[in-house]
């Protein structure tokens, strides 16, 4: 009788901390209940693994942490009959171990969003036993996670950074962003994350200035862009909220940096990127604002809609709603805000939901 031996298919590499399944085929009419599986270090030829896994099916279930990561290693497998007799070992395979790669998308601030319709995303790369990546390639996906775009493969320039452009992403909608390595040795690992596509779409002037210059015999032309997120109350404008007869302009400034708004003296903007009466994120950089007061609030154009009043107390920002009477709050994180320090305030608008997060710097 011939004896028809199992064959063993090929063993992608693994993390050694997680364990894997090894499967096999066997084309024999004899019937089975266990399968022996032998494992050896090639570094020293140590068998390391000896078990009959008992099972109908044709695979032996590696457990966790009973291997090394870093390693290489050969392996074969019987089966075992059901009349207690064993088949020849299968042909000798190879595998290795590694310990998972760390992706992590730095483009993708901590609060989910990209602030640009053009983003390059940026992935480093670690990896505990120094395994090269040898391929990469992004995938986008929309807010269902259904594919959109796969770019091309790219070779990486750098060992630790992998980047990719991204063209044309939409205002306020949800994406998923993938990247895909794969190693030298055959390593394939993704990693997703999501993100909403949150800016402003500015307005951009241009200023040329001319000056001559006697010594050297030339005109030198001098060309600045300045991008304008909002427009200014100025001058009789301010008679519309109901300010009249003060100067808009002369504000005290603290080393070119921060700008010293008195409470009769308020900065006021119209016209700002933004829909107040639908969803939009915005940062706040503050310093030295006084505790249990308004600090900010947005009104809708014309006075149509709801507005949004920002309160800051010892410990955390509060947004307001009113309407016929009836008054909505939404709290930030707890975080007791010293005297002096500066701080950064996330406010998110999705609909009638108001999420804020506070952050000292």
Known sequence: MIDIKPTLLRVQPWDALKGTSVYFN????????????????????QIVYSFEFSSFEK?????????????????????KYTDGTYSSYSNEIQFRTFETPVLDIVSIDSQGYVYNQDVTFVATYSQGNNEKVRTYRYSLYDENEDLMTIFPVRYPESAVELS???KGLEKGKGYFIECLVETVNGVIYTHRERFVAMYI?????????????????????TANLKQII???????????????????????Y?????????????????????????DFVMKIWCKSLPSDKMFMKLNPE?????????????????????????????????????????????????EHRIDISLKIL
Not at 328 to 333: F, Y
Request: with cysteine; net charge positive; aromatic share 8%.
């Open 26 to 45: 066997f084309t024999g009419s004899k019937q089975f209940m266990v399968n022996h599986l032998v494992v050896t270090d090639v570094s020293n030829s």
């Open 59 to 79: 695979v032996h279930h590696l457990p966790p942490r009973e291997f090394v990561n870093g390693k290489i290693y050969s392996a074969k497998l019987r089966i």
């Open 164 to 166: 990719e452009l991204v």
């Open 201 to 221: 779409v500015p307005s951009v002037n241009g200023l040329i200035s001319t000056v001559n210059d006697d010594n050297e015999g030339f005109i030198r032309i």
């Open 230 to 252: 909002g427009t200014q109350v100025k001058g009789d404008s301010y008679k519309e909220v109901g300010l009249e007869n003060y100067d808009s302009d002369n504000y005290q």
């Open 254 to 278: 603290v080393n070119d940096d921060w700008i010293i708004i008195p409470s009769n003296k308020p900065l006021l903007y119209k016209g700002l990127g933004m829909n107040k009466a639908s």
């Open 302 to 350: 014309n006075g149509k809609g709801i507005s949004i009043e920002f309160w800051k107390h010892n410990n955390r920002i509060v947004a307001r709603k009113r309407i016929n009477g009836i008054e909505s709050r939404h709290c930030s994180n707890i975080v007791t805000i010293p005297a002096d320090a500066e701080f950064m305030v996330f406010a998110k608008v999705i």
